[in-house]
């Protein structure tokens, strides 16, 4: 109002002066906020920077922007005309053997790839069910396949098919209907938490295996990092033995993961490389009990310490030890703090579907309390489809399963679980003393670190450990490759414990006809190490010199796809 009263040429000089030092007064607040913006670039670099050379120390980081570099260099070569046509035809060649292989095809072959179109009698779906179950396969049923299935004996199968039977309908989804599921599950999860020692006010939920407990392990610690601390860049730190499990977990809920060494002798977590990685980002310590690699539990007792002193949530997978580790002081063997009573341990995943004997597709997650368990549901208030509330990922989840698994467990009961660990733990403790102590297999190979539970690994410092696995699938056996280090593993179930003494006889031989082959390279004075490979050699012997792995990716997710071909 004050200024429409000036002559208009003043008023002009005057709002131009003014508009200049407006101007200007822009210009050092832009400047300004500049300058701020930039500090705090640098800040949160620097702060990056520091936290990384404090994880890792000066030589770690050094050695992991090596690697880094190496794999991208690598990488970028593979890539290159040329190579990359070798590259696509040797995978494609080794993905149509592997087609070969696993799909059946030829004549005798009948395919359905559309709808009958009248549907088949009872008696025809029934032959045909026969004959699949028939198919050639690696006999598990003779004790032959490490891990894989862990079956309870012929009378709890039986079993859990009656159950699976009376309850085909059923959906827990709908408590109301299916009243009997609901309360079967809830007494699952109440058994297994006093497995496992939880304290008062502890809570758990079933899910469809180890892999579902983990991610909704991760997720509840995600999800109260981000609730209670505003955590939004967050961070876990895994063993580089524990399941890849949490790595999927990584990937499908954006964690960054940080992976620690175990190293030899004990190849448990290295404890203070953990404490060095922690900042405030970290959401989440994790310990296995045992690991799947090599069957050894790591410190969950120092963990649980260093869990409580930086008040991080602490994850124990139990998935593999699942129903042998809360049972191994009654059945009489070593054991090791690992369950609810150290108080820094906040969840345990504990898979009904390995040592439990449940049907596959089962396992629990527990937590120290229900906050933790909230923190995993979903929950959407305003669908147009109502009100929707589910516990983990699935929706509708089979009922059949739930009934399964309580039907074992109540058939087993204490004594069932504490005389299948005697048998199983004692199976591995047989061949891990055979492998110690017996000449033939002393002399090459070495157990990795003092398995106490149902697995155990073994390199070998003076032959490649593939050729001695593949000698091993020759005489019909199935056993775990593993790799970082080169290394087989056998995972004792109950199939296997009969098999056990035949077990250790195949491996000496296997052993003996690999040193002499051995032994024969060396007065030849030429081949490579143990002569032609098997699959197993041949494909850890190429993948573990690679330095960037993109190959196998491109074999493993053709092999994915060659699941699929009918
Ligand atoms: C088997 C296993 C799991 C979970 O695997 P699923 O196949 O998803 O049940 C997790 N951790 C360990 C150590 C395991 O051996
Ligand atoms: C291989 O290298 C490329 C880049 O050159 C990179 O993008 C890719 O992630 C690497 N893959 C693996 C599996 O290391
Ligand atoms: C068993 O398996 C079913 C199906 O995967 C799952 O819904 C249930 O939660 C599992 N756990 C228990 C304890 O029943």
Known sequence: MGTSRLPVSLRDTFGAQRASTRRQLLTREHKRLRDLIFVLFLLRWTRKFLIQLRGRGVIGSVLEAYTYTRRTLYGIFLRLPGIRGRVELEVSET?????????????????????????????????????????????????????????????????????????????????????????????????????FNAPEGAAGVGTSGGTESI???????????????????????????????FRKAGEYFKIKVHLVACKAPSYKVHLSSVSRLINSNTILLVGSAPNFPHGIIDDISALSKLALRKKIPLHVDCCLGSFLVP??????????????????????????????????????????????????????????????????????????????????????????????????????????????????LRADLTVIGKPLVSVVAFTSPTLDVYDIADAMSARGWHLNALQNPPAIHVAVTLPIVAAADKLIRDLEEAVREKREAEEKRVVEGKGRKGGAKGDMAALYGVAGSLPNKSIVVQLASGFLDTLYKA
């Open 95 to 195: 993905l149509l053997k592997l087609e070969k292989k696993l799909v059946p095809s030829g004549p005798g072959v009948t395919r359905y790839l559309t709808l009958p179109a009248e549907g088949w009698t009872t008696d025809q779906v029934r032959a045909e069910l026969g004959k699949l179950a028939e198919m050639e396969h690696t006999r598990w049923e003779d004790g032959c396949v490490s891990g894989a299935v862990y079956h309870g004996g012929d009378e709890l199968a039986q079993l859990q098919t009656e159950a699976f039977g009376r309850f085909t309908v059923a959906n827990p989804i709908h408590p109301d209907v299916f009243p009997g599921v609901r309360k079967m599950e809830a007494e699952v999860v109440a058994m297994v938490l006093s497995l």
């Open 215 to 245: 991610l909704m392990a991760v997720l509840s610690a995600r999800q109260k990092a981000y609730a209670e601390k505003g955590v939004t860049e967050p961070e876990m730190i895994l063993p580089e033995t524990a399941h890849t499990a």
């Open 327 to 440: 049972f191994l002081e009654k059945a009489g063997f070593e054991t090791e703090a690992f369950d609810f009573r150290l108080k820094g341990v906040t969840s345990i995943s504990c898979d009904t579907h390995k040592y439990g004997f449940a049907p596959k597709g089962n396992s629990t997650v527990l937590y120290r309390d229900e906050q933790l368990r909230r923190y995993q549901y979903f929950i959407s208030p305003d669908w147009s489809g109502g009100v929707y509330a589910s516990v983990g990922i699935a929706g509708s989840r089979p009922g059949a399963l739930i009934a399964g698994c309580w039907a074992i467990m109540m058939a087993q009961g204490e004594s069932g679980y504490i005389t299948a660990c005697h048998k199983i733990v004692g199976a591995a403790k047989q061949i891990e003393t055979a492998i110690r102590s017996h000449d033939t």
